[in-house]
């Protein structure tokens, strides 16, 4: 029996596919303009180490400032983003033991949007364990061309404005390209991905049939607290973790039918209901959008649909206020 019973929010917002689709073409013109006719790059200065007896790491620091000044002034002196990016520079360095995002970023004194979205690290704990990671002279946020991650996925849909410059840049003797945006930092929402506090939605298609609340239940006929929401779906619609975290159960019960329930960190849980099929295992580790069951209708059930839920300390949460979709 799982330890949160019972059965979103928004729907989806109309013409998202169309807006993605209109800035893939801008940063395709974006980019035909951009450094990418450059025959070659060259290597990066490499910081030894993050103090001032390390040359290197003394220039790098001095571009810091020298560009910080320049943001703080733009609109005094009318820079633009193409300007403020010509000063734009790049350097290499490995991240030693005891070192995090954080206490990168304060040494650095550079934000650490900057360094997460260069380095393309989806969440704060991509840091450990990375290769020699890319350090940007300038505040701001770098949009890749191709975003993967929810974090990128979540920054390139929601730039209201593409005030951005083209870059590429070279990691490691390969050519990538971004939309750097001057001075800009992560929103509250990129924030909370980043952090590993954001939650996606479970389908990547669906259609809303019960929200959270109160209601009749479809079934019984009785009045309830709804404590979840209901997506219909076809059968075999694929499933996915809404955020990174471990399976703690996964079984059959009379109400849910097959279920799963994640552990998202000591205070959020997160339970799918009425699958058809599970595809991960007890105690498996998952990240967010991984794939963990398939859509169903068993238990009490009218039709395939997912049965999802939020818990915070135990409590049912709406969903539908705290999911991103893309």
């Known amino acids: 029996m799982p330890f949160f019973r019972s059965k979103p929010g928004q729907a ?3 013409g998202r596919k169309m807006k993605k689709r209109v800035l893939r073409m801008v ?3 974006f980019f035909a303009l951009s450094l990418s006719a450059q025959e070659s790059l060259p290597n990066l200065p490499v910081i030894s180490r993050l103090d001032p007896g390390d040359m290197v790491f003394r220039q790098y620091i001095a571009d810091v400032e020298a560009a910080r000044r320049r943001i703080f002034n733009r609109d ?6 193409e300007l403020l990016a010509g000063d734009l520079t790049i350097y290499a360095y490995q991240l030693g033991a005891g070192e995090d995002v954080f206490t990168l970023a304060a040494r650095c004194n550079i934000p650490y949007a900057a360094l997460a979205t260069l380095n ?8 450990a364990g990375a290769p020699q990671l890319i350090l940007p002279s300038m505040p701001g946020v770098f949009i890749p061309e191709n975003p993967e991650s929810d974090l990128e996925l979540l920054i390139f849909t929601g730039r209201a404005s ?8 070279n990691r490691a003797g390969k050519r990538e390209r971004f939309l750097f945006i001057p001075g800009d930092d992560f929103s509250p929402t990129e924030r909370a991905f980043f952090l590993n506090t954001g939650f996606r939605y479970p389908l990547r298609n669906y259609r809303l049939t019960s929200p959270f609340g109160p209601r009749v239940n479809p079934v019984t006929g009785n009045f309830a607290v709804h404590q979840g929401l209901d997506l219909a779906a076809p059968e075999g619609t694929e499933v996915f973790a809404v955020r990174e975290g471990t399976v703690v159960e996964l079984g059959t019960d009379p109400v849910y039918g097959n279920y799963i329930i994640i552990r998202h960190g000591e205070n959020w849980a997160s339970l799918y209901g009425h699958l058809s099929k599970f595809e991960t295992a007890l105690r498996n580790n998952v990240r967010s959008g991984s794939l963990i069951g398939r859509v169903g209708s068993t238990g009490q059930s009218t039709g395939p649909h997912l049965h999802f839920e939020l818990r915070q300390n135990g409590r049912a949460q709406d ?6 979709t893309k």
Request: net charge positive.
């Open 162 to 169: 593409l005030d951005g410059v083209p870059v590429t840049i």
């Open 120 to 127: 393309r690290l989806a969440h704060k704990d991509g840091f």
């Open 319 to 324: 969903p539908g206020r705290l999911l991103f």
């Open 12 to 14: 989806r917002e109309p």
């Open 27 to 29: 940063f395709g013109i």
């Open 76 to 81: 005094r002196t009318g820079d633009t983003a």
